[in-house]
C-alpha cells in the first residue's frame, strides 16, 4: 500500500536510467557498425576517438557511411515499436482518469527493463542486431517513454488543482527530466569508460527495478477506484478506456475545441522541430569535424541541463509578469537561435556554447502542456494527457525518423542542415501561438471554459 504523494523520484530515475541508457545504445549500435565496417573491435583509447577528418581520405566516406547505417537502423528500430505504442499510450493515460495513475508508470517502466535486458544479451554474446526489434514491439505494448510522461504530468494535474500554480508544477517536474538526463549524460561516458559496453547496461536496469518497487508499495495513487470500476475486462470497461478522449472533444463548446485543438497542434509541431535535432547531437558529435569521445557527449548532455533549468526559472519569472503565451514566443525565439548555431559549429567549444541560446528553449513545452491542462476539467485531465501522449509518441517516432533519413542524406555535403531546418519549421508553431492571440484569447477564458463545461454537466 502506498503512502506518498510524490511522483517527482519516479521521474527523476526513469529519466536518468533512460538517457544514461540511449545514448550506451546509439553508441554500441554505432560500434557495431564501425567493427563491421573496419573489422576493428577499439572504438575509443585513451581520449581519442579514431574519427578521420580529412576528407580527401577514403576512411572519411566509409566513416560517414557508418553514421548513415547506424542512422538507418535507429529509425527502423523506432518505427517498430511505433503502432504498439500509440495504442497503448492512449488507453493507459486515459485509464488513469477511472482507474488511477500507476499502470500508466508501471508498465513502461518494465518495459524500459526488458530494453535493456535485450541490449545487455546482445552485447554479452554477441547476438545479431535484429534481435532488439523484437525488444522495441514488446516495449511498445508497454507504453514507452511517452506513456511515461503521459502518466506523470496527469498525476502532476490530480495534485495541483490551483490553475495559478500549475505552470511552475509542471514546469518543475519538466526540469527534474532535464536535470536527470543531463546527469544521465555525463554519466554514460564514464560507464562505457569503466564497464565496457558488456556491464554498462547493468546499472540503467537496477535503477528501473528499484523504480518498479517504489511505485507500486510507496507511490499513493490519487485517483481512488471503487468495486465497480475495478472491473476494467469488462465490456463497459474497456470501451470507457476509449471514451474519454472522444468525449472530451464531443461535448465540448466550440471554443473550447478550438483552443484545445489550436494548442495541440502548436505543442506537436514545436515537438517536432525539438526532438528532430535534439536525437542527431550524438551522431553529430560522433562524426566530423568534431569526432567526440563518449565522456565529451556525456559533457554535452550534462551542458544541456542549463536548458532546462534555466527554462524552469524562466517560467517561475515569467509567470509573474506575462501572458502563457508569451513564454512561449521566448523559448520558441531561444531554440531558434541556438539549433542554428548549432548548424555550423565545428569547433568544441563552439558545439558547448551551443546551450547559452538554447537557455530557454525548454519553456515552450511545459507552458503549452499547463495550457490546455488548465481548459480541462479535473475527470478529463487523464483523457487530455492521453491524447498528448499518443501524439507525442506519433511525433516523436515520425520526428526520428525523417530527421534520421534526412539527416543520412545530407551528412556527406552538410552535417548541420537538420538543424538549419528545425529553425525554419520553428516558425510554423510560433505562427500557431501568435493565431491563437489574433483571435482574441484570453488567461482568463481558461477559467471561462471550465465553468462553461461545469454548467453545461449541471443542465444534463
Keep these: 500500500m502506498g503512502f506518498l504523494y510524490v511522483v517527482e523520484p519516479v521521474m527523476a530515475v526513469y529519466c536518468f536510467a533512460s538517457f544514461a541508457s540511449y545514448p ?14 573496419f573489422n576493428s573491435s577499439v572504438f575509443y583509447s585513451d581520449n581519442i576517438s579514431h574519427c578521420e577528418t580529412n576528407q580527401s581520405n577514403p576512411n572519411y566516406v566509409h566513416q560517414k557511411e557508418v553514421q548513415k547505417r547506424a542512422s538507418m537502423f535507429y529509425t527502423t528500430l523506432d518505427l517498430s515499436s511505433l503502432i504498439p505504442s500509440l495504442l497503448m499510450a492512449l488507453i493507459l493515460v486515459s485509464y488513469g482518469d477511472q482507474r488511477g495513475r500507476k499502470a500508466s508508470l508501471l508498465l513502461p517502466s518494465v518495459g524500459a527493463l526488458v530494453t535493456l535486458g535485450a541490449y545487455s544479451s546482445t552485447s554479452f554474446f554477441d547476438l545479431p542486431l535484429e534481435i532488439l526489434y523484437i525488444s522495441s514491439v514488446f516495449s511498445g505494448f508497454l507504453g514507452g517513454f511517452a ?84 472491473n476494467v475486462l469488462s465490456k463497459d470497461g474497456f470501451k470507457d478506456l476509449f471514451s474519454g478522449v472522444f468525449l472530451l472533444f464531443k461535448h465540448a463548446s466550440s471554443k473550447k475545441r478550438l483552443a484545445i485543438s489550436l494548442l495541440m497542434f502548436a505543442f506537436m509541431a514545436y515537438l517536432f522541430t525539438d526532438f528532430g535535432a535534439v536525437g542527431l547531437f550524438t551522431l553529430y558529435e ?91 476539467l479535473d475527470n478529463e485531465q487523464g483523457a487530455l494527457f492521453a491524447c498528448i501522449a499518443c501524439l507525442e509518441s506519433l511525433t516523436g517516432s515520425l520526428t526520428i525518423a525523417m530527421f534520421n533519413s534526412i539527416y543520412s542524406a545530407t551528412v556527406l555535403w552538410f552535417p548541420g542542415f537538420c538543424f538549419l531546418l528545425s529553425a525554419v519549421l520553428c516558425l510554423i508553431p510560433f505562427g500557431v501561438v501568435w493565431l491563437f492571440l489574433c483571435i482574441g484569447y484570453q488567461e482568463r477564458d481558461h477559467v471561462l471554459l471550465i465553468n462553461e463545461e461545469s454548467s453545461t454537466e449541471v443542465e444534463s
Excluded at 556491464?199 to 465497480?228: C, D, G, Q
Design 24 to 37: 550506451l545504445m546509439q553508441q554500441y549500435v554505432y560500434q557495431r557498425f564501425w567493427e563491421d565496417k
Design 147 to 230: 506513456t511515461f510522461i503521459g502518466g506523470c504530468f496527469s498525476y502532476i494535474a490530480d495534485i495541483a488543482k490551483d490553475v495559478q500554480k500549475k505552470n511552475i508544477r509542471i514546469a518543475f517536474i519538466d526540469m527534474v527530466l532535464g536535470v536527470s538526463s543531463g546527469v544521465a549524460g555525463i554519466t554514460s561516458g564514464y560507464i562505457i569508460r569503466a564497464l565496457g559496453f558488456n556491464w554498462s547496461f547493468a546499472l540503467p536496469a537496477f535503477l528501473h527495478i528499484l523504480n518498479i518497487l517504489y511505485i507500486l508499495f510507496i507511490l499513493e495513487e490519487t485517483v481512488k477506484r471503487t468495486e465497480f470500476q475495478q
Design 286 to 376: 560522433l562524426g566530423s569535424p568534431l569526432c567526440w569521445d563518449p565522456v565529451l557527449i556525456g559533457w554535452g548532455s550534462a551542458l544541456s541541463t542549463l536548458c532546462f533549468v534555466g527554462s524552469f526559472l524562466g517560467v517561475f519569472l515569467f509567470t509573474r509578469c506575462m501572458k502563457d503565451a508569451y513564454i512561449v514566443f521566448i523559448g520558441m525565439a531561444s531554440w531558434i537561435a541556438g539549433i542554428t548555431m548549432a548548424a555550423f559549429a565545428t569547433t568544441t567549444v563552439t558545439m558547448m556554447l551551443v546551450r547559452l541560446p538554447l537557455l530557454f528553449s525548454g519553456m515552450p513545452l511545459p507552458v503549452l502542456r499547463s495550457m490546455m491542462s488548465k481548459v480541462v
